[in-house]
């Protein structure tokens, strides 16, 4: 009776599940989470266009940001920085376009986080894909970066398929070529 009854238990979580894996996921877009998104926009545009007065802007002086880079499927040394040491662009700044598609925001309160996989290109051309993960808190009513993590990984663009990725962000803005 006993193994008949986890049985039955057994195979209706099983349907659950499989009920629960077809659902489609579709993540709510309110307008806190929409304000996460544009402090994200802003910040790869800043980078993207070496604008070092906007990037400053929207981070936190004191936050950090930490990168690795993968080789032949390989990931390197993290790389840890202070927000401040990232990206101090010169006058011949080459330009470059860093967007991102389906992100998962969640908002609790003052903090935020976002992660997304995304693609650099540079002259149109992809030079790698990764994840990207901001850590953000809202300081008088305003979204700012705490911390970043990102991945640059040259072999993940096939991985992630960005070449038919849609609902890119940001769209505009971008000093270099025109986005597809």
């Known amino acids: 009776m006993r193994s008949g009854i986890i049985g039955v238990l057994a195979l209706g979580l099983a349907g659950c599940a499989t009920r629960l894996a077809e659902a489609p996921v579709v993540?709510?877009?309110?307008a806190e989470a929409e304000a996460v998104l544009k402090t994200i926009?802003?910040?790869?545009l800043a980078i993207g266009n070496g604008d070092r007065e906007l990037q400053k802007s929207i981070e936190l002086p004191d936050g950090g940001l930490a990168i690795y880079r993968t080789k032949d499927g390989a990931a390197g040394p993290v790389r840890r920085m202070p927000a401040s040491d990232f990206q101090k662009p010169t006058p011949d700044h080459d330009p470059f376009v860093e967007m991102y598609w389906d992100?998962?925001?969640?908002?609790?309160?003052?903090f935020a986080q976002v992660w997304s996989r995304y693609v650099l290109m540079d002259n149109?051309?992809?030079v790698h894909c990764g994840i990207n993960a901001f850590q953000l808190v809202k300081l008088e009513e305003a979204w700012k970066i705490q911390s970043a993590l990102s991945s640059m990984e040259p072999e993940a663009c096939a991985e992630f398929d960005a070449a038919n990725a849609t609902g890119l962000r940001p769209r505009?803005?971008?000093?270099?070529?025109?986005?597809?």
């Not at 993540?27 to 309110?30: E, M």
């Not at 992100?103 to 003052?110: A, H, N, Q």
Request: charge should be negative; glycine fraction near 10%; charged fraction near 30%.
């Open 124 to 126: 149109g051309a992809p």
């Open 103 to 110: 992100p998962s925001v969640d908002v609790r309160g003052p």
């Open 27 to 30: 993540a709510p877009v309110d």
């Open 41 to 44: 926009d802003t910040f790869l």
């Open 172 to 180: 505009d803005g971008w000093r270099e070529t025109p986005n597809r």
